[in-house]
T-cell receptor, first 114, second 113 residues
């Protein structure tokens, strides 16, 4: 049981390049999330999904797109990377527990845009 | 929108000293969650509080949920070097979106051995 996995772990992009970050979970969770973490800013929600085939915007969605074609996978795309997108990206998943939605996080992807 | 604020932003203690971080929400929460992130790691769920005035303990960690369900605290007794990391509180959304969490900016705890 791997939990939540993310690929790649590190990536360096030049401004204007595109890339896709992959998140996979093997816990059969309905809900999946993409966050970015910047120093002093905490975790900010980019996009999320409440089930296969659905996506929705979070707090900071501009410059990103997502897809959830399969329940276990949640992809985050950057079409034209900008230096402001240099960050650590975390994927998380959750299901409805007895009292709430505990989130399980992946190990993160450290992205640098030059 | 909902805001979750944490203080202090940083706390440095000597090993064996106590530590407390406080979390305040702009709205009443149905529950509050706490996460820990070790340096270079990812956030890991610690606990969830649901009831007004609830207190839960995990070894040296004591979590409290305020009576008005708008604030919470995490207290660590006799800190150890293994407690180093950033502690986040998080509150769920309202109006049927309680699967989304709003995270505080976290309190970074460093411990001098």
């Amino acid at each position: 049981n791997a939990g939540v996995t993310q690929t790649p772990k590190f990536r360096v992009l030049k401004t204007g390049q595109s890339m896709t970050l992959l998140c996979a979970q093997d816990m059969n969770h309905e809900y999946m999330y993409w966050y970015r973490q910047d120093p002093g800013m905490g975790l900010r929600l980019i996009h999320y999904s409440v089930g296969e085939g659905t996506t929705a915007k979070g707090e900071v969605p501009d410059g990103y797109n997502v897809s959830r074609l399969k329940k276990q996978n949640f992809l985050l795309g950057l079409e034209s990377a900008a230096p402001s997108q240099t960050s650590v990206y975390f994927c998380a998943s959750s299901s409805r527990g007895f009292e709430g939605y505990e989130q399980y996080f992946g190990p993160g992807t450290r992205l640098t845009v030059t | 929108g909902q805001q979750v604020m944490q203080i202090p932003q940083y706390q440095h203690v000597q090993e064996g000293e106590d530590f407390t971080t406080y979390c305040n929400s702009s709205t009443t929460l149905s529950n509050i969650q706490w996460y820990k992130q070790r340096p270079g790691g990812h956030p890991v769920f610690l606990i969830q509080l649901v009831k007004s005035g609830e207190v839960k303990k995990q070894k040296r960690l004591t979590f409290q949920f305020g009576e008005a369900k708008k604030n919470s605290s995490l207290h660590i007794t006799a800190t150890q070097t293994t407690d180093v990391g950033t502690y986040f509180c998080a509150g769920p959304g309202s109006g049927g979106s309680n699967y989304k969490l709003t995270f505080g900016k976290g309190t970074l705890l460093t411990v001098n051995p």
